[in-house]
């Protein structure tokens, strides 16, 4: 199985959660290839340094996480797309419609209400309550992968 996580530049909130899932589905011993992506990523650029240090606290490394933009082929390479918001949803959907059956919310796969908020420029505070956030919803998508 391959998961991609999307979010608008790929510095925040995507990046956390690929590490989290990385680290969660090796716990889990689940066999699952997890990359992130941006809708409007600039290429090269770093983890926010909140991001950064909030995944250190969790004990996960984003100091060497470089962004990469979202492509049509990292979209079509993966089995499920993962997004934190239903704008970055309808943002893919708009552009390839025949992906409908693999692109969901976070929330939306594990048949709750909610997003993912932003938390690029807030503070360290902000990026922990984002962090949290996503590794409760991340724990239970990853069971739900491994029930099949």
């Known amino acids: 199985m391959k998961l991609l996580f999307v979010c608008t530049g790929n510095t925040c909130r ?6 989290i899932a990385k680290s969660t589905a ?9 990359k992130s992506a941006g809708i409007y990523a600039n290429p090269g650029d770093r983890a926010s340094d909140n991001a950064i240090q909030a995944m250190r606290e969790m004990n996960l490394d ?3 996480h470089i962004s990469q933009a979202l492509t049509y082929e990292l979209l079509n390479s993966s089995d499920l797309i993962l997004t934190m918001t239903n704008g970055h949803k309808s ?13 969901f919310t976070l929330f939306e796969y594990i048949k709750e209400n ?3 908020s932003d938390p690029f420029g807030g503070d360290i505070a ?3 309550k984002t962090a949290a956030q996503l590794k ?9 992968i491994k029930e099949g």
């Open 62 to 64: 984003l100091s060497s």
């Open 126 to 128: 902000t990026y922990r």
């Open 91 to 103: 943002s893919i959907l708009s552009s390839y419609p025949s992906l409908r059956e693999k692109v």
């Open 114 to 116: 909610g997003e993912v």
């Open 136 to 144: 409760n919803v991340i724990e239970k998508v990853l069971y739900k």
């Open 14 to 19: 995507s990046c956390m959660a690929e590490a």
């Open 26 to 34: 090796q716990n889990m011993n689940i066999n699952v290839e997890i």
